[in-house]
């Protein structure tokens, strides 16, 4: 039942990915196919951080313990869209002018911190797997904490894009903001109990 419900899960994660080749095949893009690319892909990338972000609190009120394996598979989708963007922003935005990638990197703002986010996911995405954690150990924790970072400097990313209208970008920081003040909750919680334990609190 479990294994049907990830393939569910997979196929329904792909559709956005399927809409948008569809919407590239029939040129229903608007005016500015790149531009709309760009921003969907960017956006997908987000929502599916914020899913991946949801699953342990979700996990924790109700008791599910059956979806926490669908964290992983939802970050990884993140990744995937967050490739989607890159090279869209690489292959139709630029159209392969190397030369100014770096300069894009180093002098826009919006492209760098969203660059930043990228490189977080790549290697939260390449350490995602069993033969990671048992090789790094406690240290595997502490890398993936990182996730919060890429949230955080993804939103930046998205209130830069969406300047004109921040609707959109509020819209999802109002999601973040509650998803990392309860990891900020379940931390004072620890330390809280570590002090009465008489423990060290680090």
């Known amino acids: 039942m479990l294994r049907a419900l ?14 948008m080749l569809v919407a590239v095949f029939r040129n229903t893009l608007g005016p500015d196919p790149a531009d709309e690319l ?14 991946s972000l949801s699953i342990t609190p979700l996990k924790n009120f109700t008791g599910w313990a059956w979806i926490f394996p669908f964290r992983r598979s939802l970050g990884l989708f993140a990744l995937f869209y967050a490739s989607l963007h890159f090279f869209t922003y690489i292959a139709f ?4 002018r190397w030369s100014e990638i770096t300069g894009d990197i180093l002098e826009r703002p919006y492209i760098t911190v969203g660059f930043a986010a990228y ?20 240290r595997w ?17 998205l209130f830069w894009i969406l300047r004109t209208d921040l609707s959109e970008a509020i819209f999802y920081g ?18 809280i109990k ?7 609190v680090v």
């Open 6 to 19: 990830r393939w569910v899960v997979f196929l329904v994660c792909l559709l956005p990915f399927v809409g």
């Open 38 to 51: 760009a921003i969907e892909t960017g956006l997908w990338t987000f929502r599916f951080l914020l899913l």
């Open 93 to 96: 935005l630029l159209q392969f």
């Open 119 to 138: 490189i977080v996911l790549v290697i939260l995405g390449m350490t995602s797997n069993k033969a990671s954690m048992r090789r790094m150990g406690r």
């Open 141 to 157: 924790k502490q890398l993936h904490k990182l996730v919060y970072a890429s949230n955080i400097l993804g939103l930046l990313h």
């Open 174 to 191: 109002s999601i973040l903001l509650p998803l990392l003040l309860y990891r900020v909750y379940i931390w004072y919680v620890g330390v």
């Open 194 to 200: 570590k002090r009465k334990a008489g423990g060290e």
